[in-house]
């Protein structure tokens, strides 16, 4: 069994039931626990701008060493408006995230702990332009967890391996769905 890097205040990643959105210049806290339900997900999938901008109908995504992921499972798929952190005196910041594109995918492929010389050429083939190479994904993943750098090494980070989730595009989602009650 392969060691799980932390890489969030709480391991069990049910405990985060709170998203904050900027919608109209102010943050409004959505209720995860309730969009599951509503929806029927098991979660939420984030992106940086610079990712976001380049999904696909149907692709696979990599996060550094394992996700939470479950094949045949749907899951919202979110742009980052600001980023969150987690430092190693186990302070954390919850990023926010954009109103204006919310998506709904479906995960097809769920596979944790894929060492970097075994990732398959049909994973990165059918990827985002930003993770289509193997030194373009480690790139990335370094930019993406930057804030783990300050916990572990670089070489950590590699020897780690990546988790690989494949999604699928089901529909969009107006943000007014998610937040019918605004606090």
Request: glycine share 2%; hydrophobic share 30%.
């Amino acid at each position: 069994m392969e060691k799980i890097l932390k890489r969030y205040k709480y391991s069990d990643v049910k405990k985060y039931n709170k998203l904050i959105f900027i919608y109209k210049n102010k943050n409004y806290k959505i209720d995860l626990k309730k969009n599951k339900k509503k929806f029927n997900i098991e979660g939420i999938i984030k992106f940086l701008p610079y990712e976001f901008i380049k999904l696909k109908k149907v692709f696979y995504h990599f996060n550094f060493q394992h996700s939470y992921h479950v094949k045949n499972k749907k899951y919202l798929i979110l742009r980052i408006n600001k980023k969150g952190f987690f430092k190693k005196n186990n302070t954390e910041k919850i990023p926010n995230y954009s109103s204006k594109k919310i998506y709904l995918y479906k995960c097809f492929y769920s596979k944790n702990f894929v060492k970097y010389r075994d990732i398959k050429d049909k994973f990165l083939k059918k990827c985002l332009e930003t993770t289509n190479t193997k030194n373009k994904l480690f790139k990335t993943i370094k930019k993406r967890y930057n804030y783990l750098l300050d916990i572990y090494s670089e070489k950590q980070i590699y020897d780690s391996g990546v988790a690989i989730t494949g999604l699928k595009y089901i529909k969009s989602i107006n943000f007014e769905e998610l937040n019918e009650k605004r606090t």
